[in-house]
Nanobody
Framework: QVQLVESGGGLVQAGGSLRLSCAAP????????TGWFRQAPGKEREFVAA????????YYGDPVKGRFNISRDNVKNIVYLEMNNLHPEDTAVYYC????????????????WGQGTQVTVSS
């Protein structure tokens, strides 16, 4: 098990940017494949982005391709989600997740989750 702590959410205007952080205070986050998911009210949890264990391969959901970037700082032990050109439909609670092994784009394949951080994009 790995504890994950997200931060960086907030309110931003459409077209703006935010950077979310996912920290693992007690484990080396580089030992895990890490993913970002989001969930809007009344909707299912949706895949946003993921990074392979070695940090060399990134995956993105179609709605965010070209706008979001996932990266990892191995010294700070943090995974980031840089979100640019935000749209109102990006409004959701964003969750960081981690799993041993390969990246998966399905939420129930992850057994370690953070508490979530709210992102609200106004039009």
């Amino acid at each position: 098990q790995v504890q994950l702590v997200e931060s960086g959410g907030g309110l931003v205007q459409a077209g703006g940017s935010l950077r979310l952080s996912c920290a693992a205070p007690e484990r080396t986050i580089g030992m895990y494949a890490t993913g970002w998911f989001r969930q809007a009210p009344g909707k299912e949890r949706e895949f946003v982005a993921a990074l392979s264990v070695n940090g060399l391969k990134a995956y993105y959901g179609d709605p965010v391709k070209g706008r979001f970037n996932i990266s990892r700082d191995n010294v700070k032990n943090i995974v980031y989600l840089e979100m640019n050109n935000l749209h109102p439909e990006d409004t959701a609670v964003y969750y960081c997740a981690a799993r041993a092994g390969l990246v998966r784009q399905v939420p129930n394949m992850y057994d370690n989750w953070g508490q979530g951080t709210q992102v609200t994009v106004s039009s």
